[in-house]
């Protein structure tokens, strides 16, 4: 059966399935921003204070964003979105999860900012969001949970005026080859069309917290991500590759500088993080 969730020329249905594994992902999301608003690696106190969430990647490759509207797709509980709100832009952030959407809009009332946040499966924004902005930002941990990159591309380049940019920052496919306990080849590198299925035990946020729950994610190719971005009208303009990410995550990480945290496999350090930027035709 397939549930026809959006009008229009393009088929952008979600069939029975997809929505079973968006459940399951949306309830590990729920739980897992309850977790993460108070933890040290979200460090809210620091973030109320005034601390930008963005990292150095981002805030180096970003166009300026002082009076820039900005849509920001799976936001998470909205600080790095909030951190852009700071630094002048007018954003709108989008997520999954209801929980996160909630944390971010009583954030968005704390701080007096006057950010946007609407709840939203990154598949059907256009059944929500009809404005076009002049930068669109998607940042680490987000296309390996959803199925395809074709819906994703023009959903988030359908936001972006003509002439905007496009960036996004995100762990690299190299890394979602491998076990991050015991480093060893377990993932392949190309989607295979079927998710893989985890119980996670705990989050990156906070290994220890109370939490196991099922997960269902996919790889993305390279080839994957430019031929999505390329046919839904963006000329790239530029694409980085990081041998480190800035955030500790597997708890098996070298750390190397501030915000440079490296995952040796065999004492090679593996690539972590890639970034891209383009302009919308
Ligand atoms: C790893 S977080 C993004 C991290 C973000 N850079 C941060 O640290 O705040 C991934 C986010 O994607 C959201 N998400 C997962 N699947 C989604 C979907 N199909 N549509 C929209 N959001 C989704 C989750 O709810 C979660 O908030």
Known sequence: M?????KGKKNLNMNKKEIEYFDVNQKLWDAKTKIHVGSQFYNMEAFLAGENSLRKIELAELPPLEGKTIFHSQCHFGQDTLSMQRM??????????AEAIAQAKALNEQLGLSAKFVQTNVYEIDKHIEEQFDV????YG?????????????????R???GGTFYMVEFHPAMYQYNWDNKQLEYSYFNTGEPTLEVEEGTYADRDSDISLKEYFWQHSFAEVFNAL????????SMNEYDYSPYQIFGTEVKRAEQEYLFQVNEIDLPLVFSLKGIKK
Do not use: M, N
């Open 160 to 162: 972006l005026k003509s």
């Open 142 to 158: 987000v296309i390996g949970w959803l199925p395809d990159l074709d819906r994703w591309a023009y959903q988030l380049l359908s």
């Open 2 to 6: 397939v549930l026809s969730l959006s």
């Open 136 to 139: 669109v930002f998607t940042s």
């Open 88 to 97: 002048g832009g007018q954003c709108t952030g989008i997520d999954l999860s």
């Open 230 to 237: 390329i046919k839904h009208g963006l000329e790239i303009e």
